[in-house]
């Protein structure tokens, strides 16, 4: 077979085997996991194949157009380029393990057909979105992501928190859709084609007319699906869903479309260096705040999701100094260790039996009851908080590498302001990155207190998975040599004053943590704190959803404990209070938008109540006065008739004779 | 219509003034005022039994005219059905009734002005279009009389006899109706034996006009 | 004579008998009312079947007999007439036709309902 049909393949699989799941899903319950794991496995054996043989050289470009489509041909196109291959392979390995994981994990579910259809269905489309050389192809694989998300993150949809999230999910995101959707009309028209080739090569010939515009139209979209300030707040929230969705969506693929998509028009951000410094502030502002953030949070996935934003904003300020080798590197490396870390959440929520920090500082050996996720966690924590010699250490510093590069002087991609911005926010993310992994860790592996709750072994599938994932959270980073073959041919190496300065502030972060936690752990035993899931022998996603439904009526908030042993509480200080909430976006937006669209639909309904019906109702008031006054003429008295008709009949024969005489 | 009456009855008789009445002219004018104010009391009296005196008065000043417009068979049916039987008919009706002997303030409805002007209406209207129509239309009254006994006698035998049976079945129709309503009515109010009386009136005058 | 005598005398006679009908209270005097008004058409019918006999030589004298049908209808209309009027009264222990308002509007006025009270009484 040829490269280009072992490449359509890959996302046609997936989907094939979406489309099955849910024709067969109540049926054949018994094909159920075969048909959710092994399309996933082929098409991820697939996409191996095909970047062993794209192997980093020329870009693999295949077009073919079904029908003519106006002005503007759409064309089902291919492009792979190395960055096309690799993603496929995260996308690939990851939505595997999910898969996998999601056999142990929704064991019991009965909406497991449908879920792992959509698991599929969500892969085939961001395997579309990976794979795609025509704008509006990816768009489809980009929308189609969202209707998965929506659906997926509101899986547990009996509990109010998961139907809130996924309805955030989707119109956050569909908010950046729309400008992001005009912004590709706008590429289009300029470009006379929604191939990305012929796009880019409009670009490099300067046949862009707004660039800026179009750019930051763009940048709406990307900020949209990959959680990017001010956007972002749907990503915390998301975690309502299960743990494999948020591996998955929220950590893996989905987000990174964006961060995928920017790289792969980064000459149309580069003609606009107000675009550029624009991404890097919008970096700038996600990486700190949300590191801020996760420092705050009490429900151990939003710590994570958190740190998804904030990694997220390492990219996105790579990509703002114009480096796309670093940030897809970075894009690779965290795709797994977040994943794992995830995946490694999920198991430690099931046998803790509950999602809050604050509970399981409360419990002691939880390490021990879980020791294959205590272990991947911990090296996906390391990578996480950048320590070498971890594959977040590697992919962290080229970013930070680059971003020097550009504030030194060398501003041929970019704005030197951006590698600036990029920089000093980068050092001080790593700060806080290292913190808040230090607290997640301490917090949930090193509790005093009573003994965990036993609630068995893992399954098989889900510990193995950990597994897989942690060789790459380990060791990928080494790649750093080979990895430039396949990207710009920039080298990804760690600078030395970059690495000295990041690792040392990510080694002061940690132990500023340790200090501030054995201040404030002498607290923990004094204020019992905690609630734990009522059914600890269900499987691991009834455990989750019942733990995310009790942690708002436990503590207060679905993101907030009143934890005082918490020593992210001790870091921030005041700024604690502001944190937990993510900064008082939601509110924000609560006062920017949603509160004048309620109360333009209160005044809508005011109006119709009012104002149209009190129309309707004059509109029948006449007829009604009329037959008011006719009724009232139905007195009963015989003789009043009488004199009404023959009154009528003398004007009728008056009037007839007046007619008939001429007069 | 008028130009056309008009011209017919220029064409048939020589102009007859109204200024220079016949005999036969004064005689109906003055009898006909006096039915004419007979039947204005009959309306507006407010005594019930004085209203069906009245009522005689007028039936009876129209027999006149009838045998004035020599209609002497109509005159004397008019005697004996109107004056003879209808009028005691309705006395009774108005004895059964229990109506008020002598005056009674409420013999007229509220409906009066209603009344009044639509009559008032109605009779200008009429008498406009029939004044402007037979102003000059002239009835001849000289010769044989049209309708003495003979020729009416002949002229419902001979043209007249269907409709005059099919009448006759209407008429027994109409006996079995006011027995069939006065027994049932006697049925549900056995104690007024009175009221079986006025079926049998009516029947009595029914076979007076057969 | 003048035709124009007993048609304004007919005329002048029905619409007396109109306003008798329309005006009076007591149901028999209503129908003594039609009489009135029945004798005025007669009045015309016998005034044209003369006119019309000496001047058009009509022999058929239409408009004689068709009185002796108004008379007898007229016999007929009132029997039937009081025979009602007295089941009426029976029933209402009134003949006044004002205040036989049965169909008036529902709660138009309080006569219904006064006259269903007679009428238990």
């Known amino acids: 077979m040829t490269t280009t049909t072992l490449a359509v393949l890959v996302p046609l699989l997936p989907f094939l085997g979406a489309a099955a799941g849910l024709l067969l899903g109540r049926t054949a319950p018994r094909f159920v996991r075969p048909l959710a794991v092994l399309p996933t496995l082929a098409s991820l054996a697939l996409a191996v194949l095909v970047a062993a043989r794209q192997g980093g050289g020329r870009a693999l470009d295949s077009a073919t157009e079904l029908t003519p489509t106006g002005s503007v041909p759409i064309e089902l196109a291919l492009h792979i380029d190395g960055f096309a291959a690799l993603v496929a392979v995260l996308v690939g390995v990851v939505a595997t393990c999910v898969q996998i994981y999601s056999t142990g994990y929704l064991r019991d579910d009965p909406r497991y057909p449908s879920y792992a259809a959509l698991v599929s269905l969500f892969t085939s489309a961001m395997l579309l979105v990976v794979y795609s050389g025509d704008l509006i192809v990816l768009l489809v694989g980009w929308e189609v992501m969202g209707i998965c998300s929506y659906f997926l993150v509101g899986h547990y949809w009996e509990t109010p928190e998961a139907r809130a999230a996924s309805i955030k999910a989707f119109l956050v995101t569909k ?13 289009g028209t300029d470009a006379g084609s929604f191939r990305i080739t012929k796009v880019l090569g409009a670009v490099a010939g300067g046949g862009l007319h707004h660039p800026t515009l ?62 550029m410094v624009v991404l890097a502030v919008m970096a700038a502002v996600t990486m700190a705040g949300s590191a801020l953030a996760a420092l705050a949070q009490d429900d151990v996935k939003r710590v994570l999701a958190y740190s998804t934003v904030g990694q997220l904003g390492y990219m996105t300020g790579a990509l703002a100094v114009g480096d796309r080798g670093a940030a897809v590197f970075h894009l690779l490396s965290h795709g797994a ?22 509970a399981m500082s409360r419990m002691k050996d939880l390490r021990a009851r879980v020791p294959d996720a205590y272990w991947t966690m911990t090296v996906a924590l390391l990578s996480l908080a950048a320590i070498p010699p971890f594959a977040g250490f590697f992919s962290k510093e080229s970013v930070l590498g680059a971003a020097e590069h550009v504030a030194t002087g060398h501003t041929e991609h970019a704005p030197g302001v951006a590698g600036g911005i990029v920089l000093v926010s980068g050092l001080v993310t790593a700060l806080l990155t290292a913190a808040y992994a230090t607290r997640l860790w301490l917090l949930a592996f090193r509790g005093h207190g009573t003994e965990a709750p036993d609630h068995g072994k893992q399954p098989l599938a889900m510990n193995a998975v950990l597994w897989v994932l942690a060789v790459p959270s380990l060791a990928f980073g080494l790649g750093y040599g080979v990895l430039p073959d396949w990207f710009d041919g920039r080298s990804l190496a760690p600078a030395l004053p970059t690495s000295v300065l990041g690792t040392g502030l990510a080694l002061v972060g940690g132990l500023v943590t340790y200090g501030a936690w054995r201040h404030t752990t002498a607290l923990a035993a004094r204020v019992p704190l905690g609630a734990v899931a009522a059914h600890p022998e269900g499987d691991a996603g009834l455990v989750e959803a019942e733990a995310i439904a009790s942690h708002a009526p436990a503590y207060g908030d679905v993101a907030y404990a009143p934890d005082p042993a918490d020593p992210g509480r001790l870091l921030l200080g005041p700024l604690h209070r502001h944190a937990a909430v993510g900064f008082h976006l939601d509110a924000v937006y609560d006062a920017l938008f949603v509160r004048p669209v309620r109360a333009g639909a209160s005044l809508v309904r005011f109006l119709d109540s009012e104002v149209v019906e009190t129309y309707v109702r004059g509109a029948g008031a006449l007829p009604r006065l009329l037959g008011a006054a006719v009724r009232r003429a139905q007195t009963g008295n015989v003789q009043t008739y009488v004199s009404a008709l023959l009154a009528g009949t003398v004007v009728l024969a008056v009037a007839a004779l007046l007619v008939a005489t001429g007069v | 219509m008028s130009p056309a009456f008009a011209t017919a009855a220029a064409a048939a008789a020589p102009t007859h003034g109204f200024l220079s009445p016949t005999g036969v002219e004064v005689a109906f004018l003055l009898v006909g005022l006096a039915t004419f104010g007979a039947a204005l009391v009959t309306v507006t009296t407010r005594q019930l039994v004085h209203a069906a005196l009245w009522l005689v008065a ?3 000043g129209l027999a006149v005219e009838y045998l004035l417009l020599t209609a002497e068979f109509i005159a004397w049916m008019q005697v004996l059905i109107y004056v003879g039987s209808v009028v005691v008919l309705l006395l009774f009706g108005l004895m059964l009734t229990k109506a008020p002997i002598g005056r009674s303030p409420d013999a007229d409805s509220g409906n009066r002005l209603a009344a009044l002007t639509v009559a008032v209406a109605a009779a200008a209207a009429l008498v406009w279009v029939v004044v402007d129509a037979f102003r000059t239309t002239w009835i001849d009254l000289d010769g044989a009389a049209s309708g003495s006994t003979k020729v009416t006698g ?47 009136g009516s029947r009595s005058e029914k076979e007076g006009v057969r | 004579m003048h035709l124009a005598y007993p048609a304004v005398l007919s005329a002048l006679l029905f619409c007396t008998g109109l306003y008798g009908v329309l005006a009076r209270r007591n149901a028999i005097l209503v129908l003594m009312s039609v009489e009135l008004m029945l004798n005025a058409v007669n009045l015309n019918l016998v005034a044209f079947d003369v006119w019309l006999s ?22 007929a209309e009132i029997g039937i007439g009081l025979a009602i009027i007295l089941a009426v009264y029976r029933n209402r222990g009134t003949s006044d036709i004002d205040r036989l308002r049965d169909t008036a509007e529902g709660h138009d006025g309080d006569t219904p309902a006064a006259e269903k009270a007679e009428a238990t009484a």
């Open chain 1, 214 to 275: 179009v750019a930051l139209l763009l940048l709406a979209g990307v900020a949209g699906k990959s959680a990017q300030f001010p956007l972002h707040t749907w990503l915390p929230d998301a975690m309502a869903g299960p743990t494999p969705v948020s591996a998955l969506i929220h950590a893996a693929t989905m987000v990174a479309a964006g961060v995928y998509f920017i790289a792969r028009l980064l000459p149309v951000f580069e003609a606009s260096s107000a675009a």
């Open chain 2, 58 to 60: 007028t039936l009876g």
């Open chain 1, 175 to 187: 908010l950046g859709d729309i400008p992001f959707l005009i912004g590709l009309f706008a590429l």
């Open chain 2, 154 to 200: 002949a002229s419902l035998f001979q043209n007249w006899v269907l409709p005059f049976e099919a009448l006759s079945v209407l008429l027994l129709a109409a006996l079995v109706g006011a027995i069939v309503l006065s027994r049932k009515a006697k049925a549900d109010a056995a104690n007024t034996g009175a009221s079986a009386q006025a079926a049998p």
């Open chain 1, 337 to 358: 260790f977040k994943a794992l870390l995830f995946l490694a959440a999920g198991v430690i929520i099931h046998a803790a039996g509950t999602n809050s920090l604050a």
């Open chain 3, 54 to 75: 000496r001047t058009a030589r009509e022999t058929l004298h239409s408009g004689q007999a068709l009185t002796l049908f108004t008379i007898a209808i007229a016999a």
